[in-house]
């Protein structure tokens, strides 16, 4: 079973910027397509990024589009995430999960990672 890692969250002012990091140790991530998705309490798991498993296609959901960029590196097993110009808006919890053909539906989470927008 596919076991994803997602690390890089932390408290970060508006405007401030953020990398994380999916990575994962027993299985070859580049045979997965990959899915960044963000859960803020009370609320509904949001799809906001995803990469193929080449890096050829990435698609974004509106609300991070031109701040955020998804990317991989397949050596080293590892899909990131580059948060810019964060806003407060932002603070969610943040997993990346298996997404098949990045249709928004993920498997094998992670746990996630907390970002906090804060001044």
């Known amino acids: 079973q596919l076991h994803l890692v997602e690390s890089g969250g932390g408290l970060v002012q508006p405007g401030g910027s953020l990398r994380l990091s999916c990575a994962a140790s027993?299985?070859?991530?580049?045979?997965?397509?990959i899915g960044w998705f963000r859960q803020v309490p009370g609320k509904e798991r949001e799809g906001i990024s995803c990469?193929?498993?080449?890096?050829?296609?990435?698609t974004y959901v509106d609300s991070v589009k031109g701040r955020f960029t998804v990317s991989r590196d397949n050596a080293k097993n590892t899909v990131y995430l580059q948060m810019n110009s964060l806003k407060p808006e932002d603070t969610a919890v943040y997993y990346c999960?298996?997404?098949?053909?990045?249709?928004?539906?993920?498997?094998?989470w992670g746990k996630g990672t907390l970002v906090t927008v804060s001044s």
């Open positions: 027993e299985f070859t991530l580049g045979y997965y397509d």
């Open positions: 999960a298996a997404d098949p053909d990045c249709s928004g539906v993920g498997n094998y």
């Open positions: 990469i193929t498993g080449s890096g050829g296609y990435t």
